[in-house]
């Protein structure tokens, strides 16, 4: 049973799309998390939601729109899709947010042509 | 003051050798801090993580130096093994609900 698991694994569309990337915890997590992983390898939160509400929101663009139907589900919504948003994006969660283990998914590749 | 900053960028370690990584931060209200091991195409994953309360923690080969006044900390891999080839991220986080702060990584490379 994979813990935290990410949906789709690799991405490749052009620059103006629209994509979404779905994530899911089984753990009973009340923390999920959005960060972005760029060529250098530099993680960077992006956003963390307790208990389905917003609680950061780094200066990420607002083409960039998470959801959270219910607490074991994060997914990130993309809008008018360009270059520098290529990267791994993982989603992560954890029991409490800050000082606790964060489980992260695989990562999902999206690539912008 | 909410950054790690990490070194080196990339090591090279013979095998069996000692591998050591080091972070400083600045934010004196940090008190969690983990390093998280991340293998090519996965997730990191959490290694080995230190409160302040101790100067030293170790889980077999891998160890965490802890200096509370100089605001440093440090990982250390014993008898590193081809297997630890990874990229290595500390990382750092105050009490309550800020999400850990990661230092850029170090890619390690153990070589036979």
């Known amino acids: 049973d994979t813990a935290v698991s990410q949906t789709p694994k690799y991405l490749v569309t052009q620059m103006g799309n629209d994509k979404s990337i779905k994530c899911e915890q089984n753990l009973g997590h009340d923390t999920m998390y959005w960060y972005k992983q760029d060529s250098k390898k530099f993680l960077k939160i992006m956003f963390s939601?307790?208990?389905?509400?917003?609680?950061i929101n780094e200066t990420v663009p607002n083409r960039f729109s998470p959801k959270s139907p219910d607490k074991a589900h994060l997914n990130l919504h993309i809008n008018s899709l360009e270059l520098g948003d290529s990267a791994v994006y993982f989603c992560?969660?954890?029991?409490?947010?800050?000082?606790?283990?964060?489980?992260f998914g695989e990562g999902s590749r999206l690539t912008v042509l | 003051q909410q950054q790690v900053k990490q070194s080196p960028q990339s090591l090279i370690v013979q095998k069996g050798g000692i591998s050591i990584i080091n972070c400083a931060y600045e934010?004196?209200?940090?008190?969690?801090f983990p390093w998280y091991q991340q293998f090519p195409g996965k997730g990191p994953a959490l290694l080995i993580a230190?409160?302040?309360?101790?100067s030293e923690k170790k889980e077999g080969r891998f160890t965490i130096s802890f200096n509370k006044s100089a605001k440093q900390f440090s990982l250390h891999i014993m008898d590193s093994q081809p297997g630890d080839s990874a990229t290595y991220f500390c990382a750092a986080a105050p009490s309550g609900n800020t999400p850990l702060v990661f230092g850029k990584g170090t890619r390690l490379s153990v070589i036979a």
């Open positions: 934010n004196t209200a940090f008190d969690y």
């Open positions: 939601y307790n208990n389905k509400e917003l609680i």
């Open positions: 992560a969660s954890s029991h409490r947010g800050g000082a606790g283990e964060l489980f």
């Open positions: 230190i409160r302040p309360d101790v």
